[in-house]
């Protein structure tokens, strides 16, 4: 795909890797819709980018919330061309620690968003018959670990759902889907986790191999870049030093 000129809508474009993302699109002369909760954040990203920015007002955990940014992105945009789903959290517990409000919350944003912002997006790809989404998972959705239940479900949930999408809208619509699986990356992510058991038993300093936000974007511009015949379904990401 040409980017020049291509509607993007990003979620979560407040955080590292949604902000590392749009800077690479806007470079590659994309046109952006930034989304997130909070907009003070993507105004301040806003100021660094030299094409056409929308700010939109999107919590991805809520129907009617990301059904009026879509309503808003679609008066502006009839054609949305890429969607790239990036919002999402990671309040890591043990199962034991009983955390059953985070870990519904993890399930209602990292799975359900995605399903509100493809029943938002889908309409106008279908029409136009082409689109690129490309779904942020995780290693966490292929290699589980203790402590890491609920969100490594909710990861592998996407990358199950990125593969059922290529099966249904790929072949009768020309839409492309790719799962992008990253290791550990350099962001604030971790800040959600509460399970002081948890907290107490990892090791989240010192000499960590992790990947840069600006990582995940250099692959999220190849996926996009490859040409019609192409659809990159998985990319998976780690630091270098991790197997």
């Known amino acids: 795909m040409d980017l020049k000129n291509k509607v993007a809508i990003i979620t979560g474009a407040n955080g590292g890797i949604g902000s590392a993302i749009a800077k690479k699109l806007d470079e590659n002369g994309c046109r952006l819709i930034l989304t997130a909760r909070e907009t003070d954040d993507l105004k301040h ?7 056409t920015v929308q700010i939109i007002e999107m919590d991805v955990s809520s129907n009617t919330s990301v059904e009026n940014a879509f309503k808003q992105i679609l008066e502006k945009n009839p054609n ?4 790239i789903n990036v919002a999402g959290v990671m309040p890591l517990t043990y ?7 985070e870990w519904l919350n993890t399930i209602e944003v990292n799975v359900k968003g995605i399903l509100r912002t493809l029943h938002g997006a889908l309409p106008s790809m279908k029409s136009q018959k082409s689109g690129h ?24 949930a ?17 839409i492309k889907v ?22 107490d038993d990892k090791d989240y300093g010192g000499d960590e191999p992790m990947l840069n936000p600006e990582d995940i974007a250099r692959a999220v511009i190849f996926a996009l870049s490859e040409p019609d015949q192409v659809n990159i379904n998985e990319i998976l990401i780690k630091p270098t030093g991790k197997s």
């Open 133 to 156: 989404i490309v779904n942020i998972a995780s290693v966490d959705g292929k290699e589980l670990y203790e402590g890491g239940a609920v969100y490594g479900a909710s990861k592998a």
């Open 158 to 174: 996407i990358i199950a759902l990125s593969k059922a999408m290529r099966m249904e809208l790929s072949p009768e619509f020309n």
């Open 45 to 51: 990203l806003q100021k660094q980018l030299n094409n």
């Open 95 to 101: 199962l034991k620690n009983l955390h059953l409000e």
């Open 80 to 83: 949305v061309d890429i969607l």
């Open 178 to 199: 790719t799962s992008i699986e990253p290791g550990t990356v350099d962001t604030d992510l971790r800040q959600d986790i509460t399970d002081k058991e948890l907290l």
